[in-house]
């Protein structure tokens, strides 16, 4: 039995290593204090679900054991991609669901991504958990719930094909790096009238080609590699779990999802006209205007796919996105992050041209860094943000923004700097109009960061 361990428990799920922080165990344990917080709610029945890992069938297996000797009913969806999970709690009889998903982390990393009564939780909602398993572990319900299995694949992938129409044949490639949206990602494509090139749609929990996470270049290699090779027009990829989308161009650029988002907010404001559109702070400077210039009102917002998702329900947003490659379309889908409808709804719009490459390519850029992270002990994050919020000057800028940390911007880029909510790590990203300007900002932020730890083992 592994111990119980509050480290697990994170900011916007929980998340640890099998046999060492995470096992049958705790996710038991798990199940009884999300299915006592449901019947709090007025939740008698939570939806599960689990991706490919190895760990997946005996974590769930003991979670729905759990959520049964709470009292709640359980209805199982197998092995399914986690917007399949967020899409039950809006479709079925039952507004809150577990995702057994270890998203885009090694293989021997497992975790619960959780929506309860329709919101998907977060912060001091998750470490109420840990209390909780901590004062009752082990208490049962006089009467358990009951367990059924739901396959929802054909309704999921029938929704969408019902609501996104391609506008001429398109022959793409799909990359899911082993994930669990291989098994869906082919024939959701295929049934909107694509022609797909398949690359490691196997589902295989050791992802032994390359790791499942598109917002890093290297896993993107082998689609960038498919494209030069064949007669595809478009590379899509997604994330061990389905709920981030990766583009690339036939050329071989990449398009983050800042930039995506300009594609999609373009069009959803073409049908909500003056609509606030989210995006987190990671995301372009030439996002804000461009939502401006479409119609929007751009509002800049925390990085976290719960935080979004209950901005978005704060706000009525019609879209929201994350740099890390969450989109959130509330316009004609139901609010949730999914990059399986994302990666649909893109397709719907490049096959209005006739070279869809060339209409992402010509999306507004700059000169930019990837994510760069300092790592520190534990806590270390936390004091060297609050220090620079406190006592940092950045001569030359035109307004510093800390929603999330410090966004600090100036006449010719922005610089970031956020402690990461899941891990002791300080995030960064860089951005301007010439290297030059890069490599000035890099350097205001090089020496305020040294000030606060002048043995920081700065990534830039």
């Given at each position: 039995?592994?111990?119980?361990?509050?480290?697990?428990?994170?900011?916007?799920?929980?998340?640890?290593?099998?046999?060492?922080?995470?096992?049958?165990?705790?996710?038991?344990?798990?199940?009884?204090?999300?299915?006592?917080?449901?019947?709090?709610?007025?939740?008698?029945?939570?939806?599960?679900?689990?991706?490919?890992?190895?760990?997946?069938?005996?974590?769930?297996?003991?979670?729905?054991?759990?959520?049964?000797?709470?009292?709640?009913?359980?209805?199982?969806?197998?092995?399914?991609?986690?917007?399949?999970?967020?899409?039950?709690?809006?479709?079925?009889?039952?507004?809150?669901?577990?995702?057994?998903?270890?998203?885009?982390?090694?293989?021997?990393?497992?975790?619960?991504?959780?929506?309860?009564?329709?919101?998907?939780?977060?912060?001091?909602?998750?470490?109420?958990?840990?209390?909780?398993?901590?004062?009752?572990?082990?208490?049962?319900?006089?009467?358990?719930?009951?367990?059924?299995?739901?396959?929802?694949?054909?309704?999921?992938?029938?929704?969408?094909?019902?609501?996104?129409?391609?506008?001429?044949?398109?022959?793409?490639?799909?990359?899911?790096?082993?994930?669990?949206?291989?098994?869906?990602?082919?024939?959701?494509?295929?049934?909107?009238?694509?022609?797909?090139?398949?690359?490691?749609?196997?589902?295989?929990?050791?992802?032994?080609?390359?790791?499942?996470?598109?917002?890093?270049?290297?896993?993107?290699?082998?689609?960038?590699?498919?494209?030069?090779?064949?007669?595809?027009?478009?590379?899509?990829?997604?994330?061990?779990?389905?709920?981030?989308?990766?583009?690339?161009?036939?050329?071989?650029?990449?398009?983050?999802?800042?930039?995506?988002?300009?594609?999609?907010?373009?069009?959803?404001?073409?049908?909500?006209?003056?609509?606030?559109?989210?995006?987190?702070?990671?995301?372009?400077?030439?996002?804000?205007?461009?939502?401006?210039?479409?119609?929007?009102?751009?509002?800049?917002?925390?990085?976290?796919?719960?935080?979004?998702?209950?901005?978005?329900?704060?706000?009525?947003?019609?879209?929201?996105?994350?740099?890390?490659?969450?989109?959130?379309?509330?316009?004609?889908?139901?609010?949730?992050?999914?990059?399986?409808?994302?990666?649909?709804?893109?397709?719907?719009?490049?096959?209005?041209?006739?070279?869809?490459?060339?209409?992402?390519?010509?999306?507004?850029?700059?000169?930019?860094?990837?994510?760069?992270?300092?790592?520190?002990?534990?806590?270390?994050?936390?004091?060297?943000?609050?220090?620079?919020?406190?006592?940092?000057?950045?001569?030359?800028?035109?307004?510093?923004?800390?929603?999330?940390?410090?966004?600090?911007?100036?006449?010719?880029?922005?610089?970031l700097a956020r402690s990461s909510n899941t891990t002791p790590v300080v995030v960064m990203r860089f951005e301007a109009e010439t290297p030059a300007a890069l490599a000035r900002i890099q350097g205001d932020f090089r020496r305020v960061i040294l000030a606060a730890k002048p043995d920081a083992a700065l990534p830039f």
């Open positions: 039995m592994v111990a119980l361990s509050k480290t697990i428990f994170k900011a916007y799920d929980i998340r640890g290593v099998i046999d060492k922080t995470l096992d049958d165990g705790i996710a038991h344990a798990i199940g009884q204090a999300f299915g006592r917080a449901a019947l709090a709610k007025g939740e008698r029945t939570v939806i599960i679900g689990r991706d490919g890992r190895l760990s997946g069938p005996s974590l769930t297996a003991a979670l729905a054991k759990g959520l049964q000797s709470a009292g709640v009913d359980v209805i199982d969806l197998g092995m399914v991609a986690t917007p399949m999970v967020y899409y039950a709690t809006n479709v079925l009889a039952a507004r809150s669901g577990i995702m057994v998903t270890g998203s885009h982390n090694p293989p021997d990393y497992n975790g619960f991504k959780m929506v309860l009564a329709s919101e998907a939780i977060h912060g001091t909602t998750i470490t109420a958990l840990h209390d909780d398993i901590a004062a009752n572990d082990g208490d049962t319900a006089a009467t358990a719930g009951t367990y059924t299995t739901y396959d929802i694949r054909a309704e999921y992938i029938g929704r969408i094909i019902d609501d996104v129409k391609i506008a001429r044949p398109i022959k793409i490639a799909v990359d899911c790096g082993n994930g669990v949206a291989g098994a869906f990602a082919g024939d959701l494509f295929r049934g909107m009238g694509c022609d797909v090139i398949e690359l490691f749609c196997e589902v295989d929990g050791t992802f032994p080609n390359h790791h499942p996470d598109p917002a890093h270049p290297e896993n993107l290699q082998d689609l960038i590699k498919c494209l030069q090779q064949t007669d595809a027009e478009i590379g899509i990829a997604f994330d061990g779990d389905g709920d981030r989308l990766g583009v690339v161009t036939k050329n071989g650029q990449i398009i983050y999802p800042d930039r995506q988002m300009m594609l999609f907010a373009a069009d959803v404001l073409s049908r909500n006209p003056g609509a606030e559109i989210l995006y987190d702070v990671k995301c372009t400077r030439h996002l804000g205007p461009w939502i401006a210039k479409h119609g929007g009102k751009p509002l800049m917002w925390k990085t976290g796919h719960s935080l979004v998702k209950a901005k978005l329900r704060e706000t009525g947003s019609p879209l929201g996105g994350e740099m890390s490659g969450h989109i959130f379309f509330k316009d004609r889908w139901y609010g949730f992050d999914d990059g399986l409808y994302s990666g649909a709804r893109l397709l719907e719009l490049l096959t209005r041209e006739a070279d869809p490459s060339a209409l992402l390519n010509s999306l507004p850029m700059s000169d930019s860094t990837p994510e760069l992270h300092l790592h520190l002990n534990e806590g270390e994050n936390v004091a060297i943000i609050e220090h620079l919020r406190t006592h940092a000057t950045f001569p030359g800028s035109d307004s510093v923004n800390d929603i999330d940390g410090l966004r600090v911007e100036y006449p010719d880029g922005f610089g």
